[in-house]
């Protein structure tokens, strides 16, 4: 099993910035890609970006693309979003995940361990 917890996240005006980070424990050397994702109240939960245990390749959200960078330290078992210009829709619940094998990285049904996620709220 891989345990994954989530911090970073708060209150924050339009146009700032937070750093995400997700502690990953556990089996950590049997996953491959790690992800964030997020979900709005009343919406499903949407793919933010990914990165492969490598570095490379990463992949974004056309609505985050410029904005957010995503970054993983393996030697700490560290996933980090860091998130400028934040906009009031970038308002979420915002999840770490992580999944074995490799292929499609957008869709969450892919990922076989979550964190609990953490709270990001942009006032305008």
């Known amino acids: 099993q891989v345990q994954l917890v989530e911090s970073g996240g708060g209150l924050v005006q339009t146009g700032g910035s937070l750093r995400l980070s997700c502690a990953a424990s556990?089996?950590?050397?049997?996953?491959?890609?790690m992800g964030w994702f997020r979900q709005a109240p009343g919406k499903e939960r949407e793919f933010v970006s990914t990165i492969t245990r490598s570095g490379s390749p990463t992949y974004y959200a056309d609505s985050v693309k410029g904005r957010f960078t995503i970054s993983r330290d393996n030697a700490r078992n560290t996933l980090y979003l860091q998130m400028n210009g934040l906009k009031p829709e970038d308002t979420a619940v915002y999840y770490c995940?992580?999944?074995?094998?490799?292929?499609?990285?957008?869709?969450?049904?892919?990922?076989?361990?979550w964190g609990q996620g953490t709270q990001v709220t942009v006032s305008s």
């Open positions: 995940a992580a999944k074995i094998y490799s292929g499609e990285v957008t869709i969450p049904q892919r990922y076989n361990y």
């Open positions: 556990g089996r950590t050397w049997s996953t491959n890609t």
